[in-house]
């Protein structure tokens, strides 16, 4: 029986719309949030888990299935649904964003993708018509076309070229379809273009496909930008068909999505934040790291219906966290999927009821911050890493995607991702080395120069830093890099022959990282590399060297609070030399003014990908391009957060006396 799609409603304030989605194996009700099953499992649940929490429709990834188990052996067992014991609806995507997250390791042509196994270094070839031959081996009842995902953010001439090539691609996977029972879904490109998305979905519902999906989105683009997009497309996509938004599906996401007309969404964050200790609540996410749920006898969320809600407390379920159990991320699971489960059904029923328009505005009003923001900052300051707990790694880190499909490594125990907006590489070239202007002071000459590098991680910064010596001309000046770091399980990830390779580390960079973990030092022509190993400040305190450069990059104020204090700064601040300057991510009020009480010149530094600003400092007689000023005066008296913990007496008045003279 070939997909049949219906609209059994409207609600008369939105666009949102009730449906039903039927296939040969069952029916969807729409709108339907669809589990995602990467390699043929919902991370940590069974299929019964699923089936008792009401999903009726689960999501499997072509790219990893095709690697492992592979298609012969997906076909001796029968297909994807006996293979993995699922009598329901599975929709199986493409491959291509995952090909799109390999930029050191594939190679795009007209014929399709060629890239890198990550499972055993083999090279693939994905084409438009084996991405079909994959998903009818895997027996799914809808499948995606394969497309060409660049970032929403790419240049203007990438993201035409990838929309022509996924039209062309598009027309291939049409042609390529055996089985009419088997779904097929074509997927709307054109970057934050309007007309570029309109004209793809022209071009395409042109062609009888059996549903739209909108895609190449949350990898860079604003909230604000995103659903400008999503409303222009889905008002362009057939109503009689379903329209699906990829990737894109926190619960505020969903909401918005779902009053502009889309019907189905997917979305590893459920799972993934469960493994990092993070639940979703009626009043916003719930990190169960932190001491205040240690002792904590109360629910998740007191209204759910799941078995984590009714069985357990808050403090235990810390407890397993902390312990690293994986009893928690499995409880954390089965809760987040619940959550988003009630959230599609409570969707549902206030459509049926013509009131979505005043559900969506109340449950948004519930949320809080960390989950939505009117003010519609960019989202991907902390994105949700787009990967699973199998991926590389131990324990405690994971090398994970980002949102815009760079790879970096995941702390789980703080649940913070480093690099979490472009990834390690381009956020340590774009903030640190280019914003620094490394390159001219070190081709300036004269005596070595010192760096302090705060917060080693998977060392990305000391390594774009090492990369720019090495590429310094004859006669530059040698460059003393210390690097300050507490915990070395990242840097031990990074110098992996897996973690290595996940992350696109050059041989000569893991020789460098393996030689510092394993001797605490590195040298070469023109580097010297030193671990600073322990608490922080302490190592700062008692280093011989003297900084003329501050990369400083630890866990944010939440996961390292003693690191970003009037106290750090003033330390920092001894162990400089004159002129020295320091870059940073964080644009915290607290933050700034503490650098300034310290007595560092602090302006706005240069933006990172979807980061507006960031900060700079410096003692004189350097000072930042954009020094903060009597504006920023103005901010800092609003702000409700606006001193560091440490801040003595009387500091918002000399704040006020340093700063109003400033333009």
Request: overall charge neutral.
């Amino acid at each position: 029986m070939p997909l049949r799609f219906q609209v059994t409603g409207r609600d008369p304030g939105t666009r949102a719309r009730r449906g039903a989605l039927v296939t040969r194996r069952g029916r969807v009700e729409t709108p339907a949030f669809m589990p995602v099953g990467t390699r043929a499992t919902v991370t940590g649940l069974t299929p019964g888990d699923l089936r008792g929490l009401g999903a009726e429709i689960l999501l499997g990834n072509t790219y990893h299935l095709l690697l492992r188990p592979g298609p012969e052996a997906v076909r001796h067992f029968g297909g994807l649904h006996r293979f993995m014991d699922w009598d329901r609806p599975i929709l199986t995507d493409s491959g291509g964003f995952q090909i799109f997250s390999l930029p050191a390791d594939r190679t795009i042509t007209e014929e399709g993708a060629r890239f890198k196994s990550y499972v055993d270094s083999r090279y693939h070839e994905l084409t438009p018509e084996s991405s079909l031959a994959m998903q009818a081996a895997l027996g799914s009842d809808v499948m995606m076309v394969l497309d060409v995902c660049v970032p929403s953010t790419a240049p203007a001439a990438e993201v035409r070229a990838a929309l022509e090539r996924t039209h062309r691609w598009a027309l291939r996977s049409l042609a390529a379809r055996r089985d009419p029972e088997q779904a097929l879904f074509a997927i709307v490109q054109g970057g934050l273009s309007l007309d570029w998305r309109a004209e793809s979905a022209r071009f395409l519902t042109q062609h009888p496909f059996d549903g739209f999906a909108i895609g190449g989105l949350a990898v860079g683009d604003t909230r604000s930008e995103r659903f400008e997009v999503v409303d222009a497309a889905a008002g362009l996509l057939p109503e009689e068909r379903p329209r699906y938004l990829m990737g894109v599906g926190t619960p505020p996401d969903i909401l918005e999505a779902v009053a502009h007309g889309v019907d189905m969404f997917d979305c590893v964050i459920p799972t993934s934040l469960a493994w990092q200790g993070t639940a979703f609540t009626r009043t916003g996410r719930v990190r169960l790291t932190r001491g205040e749920h240690r002792l904590s006898d109360q629910p998740l969320d007191p209204a759910c219906r799941c078995l984590t809600c009714s069985r357990h407390s808050r403090g235990y379920l810390h407890h397993l966290v902390k312990c690293r159990e994986p009893l928690g991320p499995r409880l954390l699971s089965l809760h987040n999927l619940a959550h988003y489960l009630d959230l599609m059904a409570g969707i549902r029923a206030a459509i049926e009821e013509g009131r979505y328009a005043a559900f969506q505005r109340e449950t948004l009003a519930a949320l809080d911050r960390h989950e939505h923001d009117a003010s519609g900052r960019p989202p991907g300051r902390r994105p949700a890493p787009q990967a699973g707990p199998a991926e590389a790694g131990g324990e405690r880190f994971a090398v994970v995607t980002t949102a815009s499909g760079a790879p970096s490594v995941v702390d789980r125990e703080y649940g913070e991702v480093m690099h979490p907006v472009v990834g390690a590489a381009a956020e340590a070239e774009r903030l640190y080395v280019a914003q620094s202007r490394l390159r001219e002071r070190l081709a300036a000459g004269g005596e070595p120069l010192t760096l302090f590098d705060v917060g080693l991680g998977a060392a990305g910064n000391a390594l774009a830093a090492i990369r720019a010596a090495r590429a310094a001309p004859p006669g530059s000046a040698r460059l003393c890099i210390v690097s300050f770091e507490r915990e070395l399980g990242a840097l031990g990830l990074a110098c992996s022959e897996e973690g290595a390779r996940r992350l696109g580390l050059a041989e000569v960079d893991g020789e460098a990282a393996r030689a510092l973990l394993a001797h605490g030092r590195h040298e070469e022509e023109r580097v010297v590399w030193r671990l600073a190993q322990g608490d922080a400040l302490e190592q700062i305190a008692a280093a011989p060297e003297r900084a003329d450069l501050v990369f400083w990059d630890p866990f944010s104020p939440k996961a390292n609070p003693e690191l970003w204090t009037l106290r750090a700064f003033a330390l920092l601040r001894e162990r400089c030399r004159p002129g020295a300057e320091l870059f940073t991510y964080s644009t915290a009020t607290a933050v700034r003014a503490a650098l300034v009480l310290a007595g560092f010149t602090v302006g706005v530094g240069d933006a990172s990908g979807p980061k507006q600003e960031t900060t700079a400092a410096a003692l004189a007689p350097a000072a930042p391009a954009r020094p903060l000023g009597a504006r920023w005066v103005a901010r800092l008296e609003r702000s409700s957060a606006p001193l560091p913990p440490d801040a003595p007496p009387g500091a918002l008045d000399r704040l006020r006396a340093l700063l109003s003279a400033v333009a």
